[in-house]
């Protein structure tokens, strides 16, 4: 049986180049001939000819060619591209050869094949040729599915650095803007220092004035923070119990001597005064040395403080609040998240009256619309009747604000304008009247805004219209539901402090319900409070529970340390006094206390209002049932003692008849 021969593989040459060139058959034809010669043509013979061959064909088709030769350049030119042209076509002609040889070598393995399978003897051998052949097809089969797979993964991979090649573009084109960004400040700085070289020597002498004043200012702020710490550990030593009397002696002469150091020294860069732009104490003062030490420790950190922020913070703050409000009147002030940045960071002191005074008016001005004489009617009505709590108000005039030199005479203007404002709120609310705290609220109003009207209004704003409604009436029930919403927020966002106070009995509302009914006041140093009020005029009620919050959090770990009932409250009495880096706790209260939605807040009051109203009614109705009991005892005692007085009665009578 015979197998006819495999067909010959379809071979598809390239395409053919443009120009002319030496064809595979004439190749073919040529290496025939030179066969059926037998070979006897001379190499150089055949050479020969080839080149004839190439050089007609190197000749464009239809170009008549001139006896007059052209430029060397046109030549130059000519005898490149026929380099190029030869080039591409030997390259085609090449991948002709190779593709002719694999068509022979399969053609010859298909004979091959043929010839085995045609002189096998027997049908067992041609089934086994046939058999190793579909082995062989297998084999073949799994290798093209192995390089498909490689091929899939090789895509896979060209599409990874596709993408890393367009990350590194970007990233490249990325560098070069930022690249030329800084091209752009090296040139502008270029131009400044151009300007300041050309400068006069007079400002250039100024500029290093100032440039030598703030190493100056650095240095002492430098020296304030040593010294201070010097003299904490100065105050741990004489805490401790393990020094012998003459180490105790040298501790106290050495804490003297630092006591009375700042009058012995001279001149000093910047001295601490001793009242601040508002008339408060900026050092208070102590009759018991271990709290003079604290004030002199106090003292340092302030004056670093001051000195630290005056050039880095301050100045930068006070130029953004002159451009703000050099671009808009304030009469046009509006509601914004820029002023709200602003106002968070506080007010500058020369623009704070102005910017309090719109925020009052702004809060107020329905009331005034409705009754712009206000102020004037009930200071006529003062003058006629006298109200029910003046006398309170007397008494508490002479305890507000000990520490500030507008208030520290009885007669002093300050206290007499106090004294009408109060006594005008008295019968601008009669619900509330007086209660003692308003005196501080007044008095801080007083102090910033100056105009005796407009503290009537901030007050009015505050306690009408800020706080919520029952803050400040007799039974105080909005205050103490936001003492047990503070403790909700600080068992959330310090669970730790709140475990501790659990841990040794300690009620943090001892504390901190006067820090809510009066904002602060007489908590804080001047500065920080004034900041506080800022905020708090502007955002309202939920900058307290920022600022308490913070609070404790700025002095979590010193309490966390302390492990007597006694000494914790003694601690969180005087604590938030000694806080002197308003920038640090400013960072704590309006960046780490977050998030603090107002929505969550006014949930929270809602839902210890109404359970604290429910424990009132209950309590009053306990106490009505007292009171019945009570009466009903009085009834039988008052029973009880008609009875005896009927039995003395016979008993007389019976002892004159006995007599008689």
Known sequence: ?????????????????????????????????????????????????????????????????????????????????????????????????????????????????????????????????????????????????????????????????????????????????????????????????????????????????????????????????????????????????????????????????????????????????EYDDYGFKTIPDYEVEDVKLLAKIQALEILSNNLRNNEMVDKPLRTRWANYLASRPLDQLAPSPELKGLIRCGIPVEYREQVWRWIVRTRTQVSRKWNPNRYQELRKHCEVSEHLASRQIRLDLHRTLTSNKHFSSPTSDAVQKLQRILLAFSWQNPTIGYCQGLNRLAAIALLVL????????????????????????????????????????????????????????????????????????????????????????????????????????????????????LEIYQYLRFFTKTISDGRKLMTIVFNDMNPFPMKLLKNRREFHMERLTAELLELERIQEEFVKEQQVECKDKDLDTAVNEDEEVIQTAVSLHHTS
């Open 450 to 565: 100056k105009g005796e009207e407009d503290a009537f209004w901030c007050l009015v704003a505050v306690v009408e219209i800020i706080m919520p409604q029952d803050y400040y009436s007799k039974t105080l029930t909005a205050s103490q539901a936001d003492q047990r919403v503070f403790r909700d927020f600080l068992a959330e966002k310090m669970p730790r402090l709140m475990a501790h106070f659990k841990e040794h009995s300690i009620d943090h509302s001892l504390i901190t319900f006067n820090w809510f009914l009066v904002v602060f006041v007489e908590s804080l140093v001047s500065d920080i409070l004034l900041r506080a009020w800022d905020a708090f005029l502007y955002e309202g009620t939920k900058v307290i529970f920022r600022y308490a919050l913070a609070l404790f959090k700025y002095n979590e770990e010193d309490i966390l340390k302390i492990h007597d009932n």
């Open 1 to 273: 049986m015979q197998v006819p021969p495999a067909p010959p593989v379809p071979l598809t040459p390239p395409a053919p180049t443009v120009l002319s060139a030496p064809s595979v058959s004439s190749v073919t034809n040529e290496s025939a001939q030179e066969a059926k010669t037998g070979g006897k043509s001379s190499p150089s013979s055949s050479m020969n000819k080839r080149e004839k061959k190439m050089t007609s064909s190197l000749q464009p088709s239809g170009e008549k060619v001139s006896g007059k030769e052209g430029s060397p350049v046109d030549k130059l030119s000519r005898l490149q591209h026929e380099v190029f042209t030869l080039t591409e076509e030997l390259k085609s002609q090449k991948e002709l050869v190779r593709l002719l040889h694999k068509a022979l070598e399969a053609a010859q393995q298909e004979k091959r094949t043929s010839k085995q399978f045609l002189s096998a003897a027997g049908e067992q051998e041609r089934l086994e040729l046939v058999r190793h052949k579909e082995r062989c097809i297998a084999d073949l089969d799994g290798r093209l599915e192995a390089l498909l797979k490689d091929k899939e993964e090789l895509e896979q991979r060209l599409a990874m650095q596709d993408c890393q090649v367009n990350e590194l573009q970007q990233h490249v084109q990325l560098m070069m803007e930022k690249n030329n960004a800084k091209q752009e400040v090296i040139l502008k700085l270029s131009e400044q220092r151009t300007v300041a070289n050309s400068m006069g020597t007079e400002t250039f002498c100024r500029l290093q004035e100032k440039i030598e004043h703030l190493k100056c200012a650095y240095l002492e702020a430098k020296n304030c923070q040593i010294e201070s710490k010097y003299l904490v550990v100065l105050r741990r030593l004489q805490e401790s119990k393990g020094l012998d009397s003459s180490q105790q002696e040298m501790v106290k002469r050495l804490i003297e001597d630092s006591l009375q150091g700042d009058k012995k020294d001279g001149f000093k860069l910047n001295p601490v005064s």
